[in-house]
Each structure stands twice: as structure tokens, then as C-alpha cells.
């Protein structure tokens, strides 16, 4: 595989968004309300969101419906179908937008701004739709609401959900991803410019602040910065979301302005199954190497810290290291590829296919973290278990290995064999106890980070990779 790098945050914008949230459709993940008010506008309103989306292939996003029916009468949908295209559909009024563009990227953070005043004279202003600034004017199909129809998306008495839609036979379909900033603008067809700009120097697009926007009678604003109340409403208007399945855990610090290293569901596997924002992994097979996987992001240069924390005993040669980012996931990680290093779940290290000796002290068993500090400044990699290195990684003394290829790119790699895996690039997919971060305050880490190594995002990669 490639190396991949959001393409949103490589950059230092100035405004900075502290949280996101992290659905998972396995579980059910969802907030949901009920507009209790009578709109502002009936004909007018805006809906802007950032998400970064984990499973593609699959229907998910967000949407409401009638309260009174249960089902999906007067309902809307928006977000991916099974195509992933991106979409925006409503059955009442009957109007709807499948954009020729797909969404198949899942390391890169993204936003969406749908605007719609049904007053218009000209039926392709009645709803406009933009990613990243740029309104969408191709689409594989598309067709527009009548002139003055009255919105079911603020309509008093319908359901909103966000991480869930249902279609019109009431069937329910779940997020897999994270969403962050999301508005919705009761009353007012605003431009994406009131949500976001164009960096000056990158030409990235990314978002301002929206704090002082009027929201409307039941419009909203989700910043997903109370761990405690995921669903709160930060707009003044106290229109606060019911949280469904949802904990603490799921409140993320990979945003919009500051994206984070995932797993890569872009590999092809057969016997891996990714969740919790690509940041859990599950194999399902003992022995195929499909069960192989890197992060998406890679280096070449800087000094990074990872926690995995090792959550079901596996097989044998399961196991966890670095590898070149381009390695195959069909490709035994203990063969003769140049600078593959691991540690078997059994502790033992492997160097380039050779078994050198027993590592970490102890075998790591369910509930452990593994610590990777991997030093491609000095072309060394380091592994600790529970807090203890094996060497001393500041030092750069004692490694694992400490023949990196000058300039080549590394991956974290991973090999799970029926086994539980939960990465941790900075925001974890499970509960921490102590929390350390970075030298530049980012991450939450359950162990002291090494000095000079950092979290792998694309703020530090813009100083340090």
C-alpha cells in the first residue's frame, strides 16, 4: 500500500477543534432528538458536518423521521450508500442527490455543507451541496424539492439521529466513523464560507469558528467536547441529543485540524474485521496472512509513540512491530523483507525473518499494552510491556533493531491471528487510567511518552516527519 496522509490538517490553521465523536455500527452507536419547536423557517436551513468515515461499502450517517410513525414517513437521509456515494435524500418532500464523486477514503477527515431555501425561483438553488468548499454540481442523480415546500429536516415533532438513519420500512442503518462540528441552521440557506475558508498558503479547506452563527428555533450545534454528554448542544438553544450506546471512550481527540493515524481498512483482508474507528482489530483465522495489517500513515523521518493494548490471546505467531508501509498483506511479516521487525505475542523477536531471542520479560497476555517508540531519525525501533522498554529509547541504546533504512517508510504492522488488538495512535478505542501526553500536549497515553517522541498526527508530522 501506499502512504496515505489526511489530506485535510497536513498544517497548523489556527482554529482548532478539540473533539470528535467515534460511532461504531456494531454497536449500535447513536444520538438522537426530537424537534420540539416550531422552525424558524419551515423552507429554509443549512446542515454543515466534518466526518471522517472508517467503513466504506456500507449505508450510514445521519437522518430523521416522523415521531408519530415510527418509521420512515417524512423522513430524510444523509450521508453514504453501499456505493459510497455520498447522498441526500427526503421522501417529504420528495427530493434527493446522489453526488457522482464516492467517499472511499478512510484517512482523511472531510466536510459537508448542504443548503436549502425551497423560495427559490430556480430549482437548482433550492438545495445547493458542497464538499470542502466547492459545491457539487455532477451527480448520478439528483432531482429538486417544489418551489416553497416546507422541510421535514426541522420540522417540529420529527426525529433527528446522528450515527443513524431509518429508511421508509423502518429498518435502521449505523454510522461507522467520526463526526465532528456538526450545525444545523434552523431558518437561514447560508454559504459553506460561514463554516469553513481556504487556507491561504495550503489551499486546504478547513473550518472556523461557527460559535457565533444564529441557530435557529431548533437548530443545533454538536462540538462533542463534554465526554460526559456527547449529545449536548453548545448553540445556546439547549436542543440536547439522547446518547445511545455511547461512552467517554468514544469522544476522540482525532479531528478535523488535527487528524490521526488509524489501521488501514484499504488493505484488502479476508480475516480481519476493523471497528471502533479502525483503531480495533479482530482476526478471524488462525493462520491466513490476510489477517496482515500496517497504520495508514507512515514515516520517514521523526521520533513516534504507540500503546496496543493486546486484548485476546491469539495464535502463536501473532504479533506486532514495523514494517515498510508497502509490505503485503498476504506477505508472512517474518520473511525476508528488509527491516521488518516484530514481536510474537509468544515473546519472541523476530529481526527480518530471523528468531533471535525471548524480548519483553514476559509473555504479553490479555490486557496488556505493548509500547512501540520508533526512532526513524536514528533508525531504531524500541518495544516495551506495561511501561518497561526493553532498552532505553531516549538514549537510543539497547533496541530491537537499529537498522532502518535511511529515508525509508515505516508502518506500525500488525499480524492478528484470532486475536484482539486496540491501537492507540493518541485518541484510544479503550479506557486509560493515568493519561500522558506528547511533548506538544497531544495524545492520552496510559504510559509516560518518551521525551522527544511524539503522537502520530498530522500536527506533529507537519513539525516533525
Not at 59 to 73: C, D, E, L, P
Not at 249 to 272: E, G, I, W
Not at 315 to 339: C, E, Q, R
Not at 444 to 463: H, R
Request: hydrophobic share 30%.
Amino acid at each position: 500500500m501506499p502512504l496515505i496522509l489526511g489530506t485535510n490538517s497536513i498544517k497548523d490553521t489556527g482554529f482548532d477543534v478539540a473533539n470528535s465523536c467515534r460511532f461504531n455500527s456494531g454497536s449500535s452507536d447513536y444520538l438522537v432528538r426530537t424537534m420540539n419547536s416550531a422552525p424558524t423557517n419551515s423552507k429554509k436551513a443549512t446542515l454543515s458536518y466534518w466526518f471522517k468515515r472508517t467503513k466504506l461499502d456500507a449505508w450510514g450517517g445521519m437522518g430523521g423521521y416522523s415521531a408519530s410513525s415510527g418509521t420512515g414517513t417524512n423522513s430524510f437521509q444523509i450521508g453514504f450508500n453501499d456505493a459510497n456515494y455520498g447522498y441526500f435524500w427526503s421522501n417529504s418532500p420528495a427530493y434527493y442527490f446522489y453526488t457522482s464523486a464516492v467517499n472511499r477514503d478512510p484517512s482523511a477527515w472531510k466536510n459537508v455543507v448542504i443548503s436549502i431555501d425551497t423560495t427559490q425561483g430556480t430549482e437548482s438553488n433550492r438545495v445547493k451541496y458542497y464538499e470542502n468548499g466547492i459545491r457539487t454540481t455532477s451527480f448520478v442523480t439528483e432531482n429538486y424539492p417544489s418551489q416553497n415546500d416546507d422541510l421535514n429536516i426541522t420540522k417540529n415533532g420529527n426525529i433527528f439521529s446522528v450515527g443513524r438513519f431509518t429508511n421508509t420500512s423502518g429498518s435502521q442503518f449505523y454510522y461507522d466513523g467520526y463526526f465532528s462540528e456538526i450545525c444545523l441552521i434552523d431558518g437561514t440557506a447560508l454559504d459553506p464560507t460561514s463554516f469553513g475558508e481556504f487556507d491561504s498558503d495550503s489551499g486546504i479547506w478547513k473550518p472556523i469558528n461557527v460559535s457565533g452563527l444564529t441557530f435557529g428555533n431548533n437548530g443545533f450545534y454538536l462540538d462533542f467536547e463534554n465526554s460526559g454528554s456527547l449529545g449536548a448542544d453548545v448553540s445556546g438553544n439547549s436542543n440536547n441529543f439522547t446518547v445511545n450506546n455511547l461512552t467517554s471512550v468514544d469522544q476522540s481527540t482525532d479531528t478535523c485540524t488535527n487528524n490521526m493515524a488509524t489501521m488501514n481498512s484499504l488493505v484488502p483482508t479476508t480475516s480481519l474485521n476493523f471497528s471502533d474507528g479502525n483503531l480495533t482489530l479482530t482476526g478471524t483465522n488462525s493462520s491466513n496472512y490476510s489477517s496482515n495489517n500496517t497504520s495508514n500513515f507512515g514515516v520517514s523521518s521523526g521520533k513516534w509513540y504507540v500503546e496496543v493494548e493486546y486484548d485476546t490471546t491469539g495464535d502463536v505467531a501473532t504479533s506486532l512491530g514495523i514494517s515498510p508501509i508497502s509490505i503485503s498483506p498476504t506477505t508472512n511479516p517474518t520473511g525476508s523483507i528488509s527491516d521488518v521487525v516484530i514481536v510474537t505475542m509468544e515473546n519472541q523477536l523476530y529481526v527480518e525473518g530471523s528468531n533471535t531471542h525471548s524480548y519483553l520479560g514476559s509473555t504479553p497476555t490479555t490486557g496488556d499494552i505493548i509500547q512501540i517508540a520508533l526512532d526513524m531519525d536514528n533508525g531504531k525501533v524500541f518495544f516495551g510491556l506495561n511501561g518497561t522498554f526493553v532498552g532505553d529509547p531516549v538514549a537510543g541504546t539497547g533496541g530491537a533493531f537499529s537498522g532502518i533504512t535511511s529515508g525509508e517508510t515505516i508502518a506500525i504492522n500488525v499480524r492478528a491471528l484470532n486475536s484482539v488488538f486496540k491501537f492507540n495512535f493518541g485518541s484510544p478505542p479503550f479506557t486509560i487510567s493515568s493519561g500522558n501526553t506528547d511533548g506538544n500536549g497531544y495524545g492520552n497515553f496510559e504510559f509516560a511518552v518518551p521525551n522527544s517522541y511524539y503522537s502520530l498526527n498530522t500536527k506533529n508530522l507537519s513539525e516533525y516527519g
